[in-house]
């Protein structure tokens, strides 16, 4: 019960080694967190059961595109067809990386964090952008330390059956 889902989508590989360090410092406070790329979507986990606090991070490419291993989960979440409670059960952290020397900066964080409130998720915490122009750690340091913050306590509630 101590657990809880940390997906990450990227390009170059600067999502997946910020969300190694989420499972690191994580696993130092006694949580473990279960790492996945989003393009293993549907095999390997399922937003629409999952009762585990969901930790998303996530780059943009290019001119604001998802990054090639997000295109297929992106596509799945924006059909029109989806119901407004499709992630009711979902609790959700999103960071999102990107570089103001590009146009939509951080665009899939930003699209993601207006279509997963439509579908009934829960926010955990406010949504990150970090700017590689200046220093993602900048955003992005804070941001993990008041994620464990809040894992702990939505982990603690869990474990008391809150």
């Known amino acids: 019960a101590n ?23 994580s696993g130092k406070r006694g949580m473990e967190a279960d790492l996945h790329c989003l393009s293993k979507s549907e095999k390997e986990f ?7 606090p969901v ?3 996530v780059s943009t490419t290019g001119e604001g595109e998802p990054p090639d291993t997000v295109g297929r989960f992106w596509r799945r979440l ?3 067809t989806l119901p407004s409670d499709h992630l009711s059960r979902c609790r959700y ?6 570089d103001t020397n590009y146009t939509n900066f951080c665009n899939m964080g930003q699209m993601l964090n ?12 406010e949504t990150g952008y970090a700017d590689d122009g200046v220093g993602l750690e900048i955003v992005v340091e804070p941001w993990i330390d008041e994620l464990l ?3 702990k306590k939505i982990l603690l ?4 059956g809150v």
């Open 78 to 80: 924006r059909r029109k």
């Open 149 to 151: 913050e809040n894992l």
């Open 93 to 98: 952290a999103l960071l999102g990386l990107g």
């Open 55 to 57: 930790v998303i991070v």
């Open 46 to 52: 399922d937003l629409t059961t999952e009762d585990r």
């Open 114 to 125: 207006k279509r997963m409130p439509e579908l009934g998720a829960t926010k955990i915490q």
């Open 157 to 160: 509630q869990l474990c008391e």
């Open 3 to 25: 657990s809880f889902l940390l997906l990450y989508g990227s390009q170059t590989g600067q999502a997946k080694a910020i969300a190694e360090e989420i499972q690191q410092r």
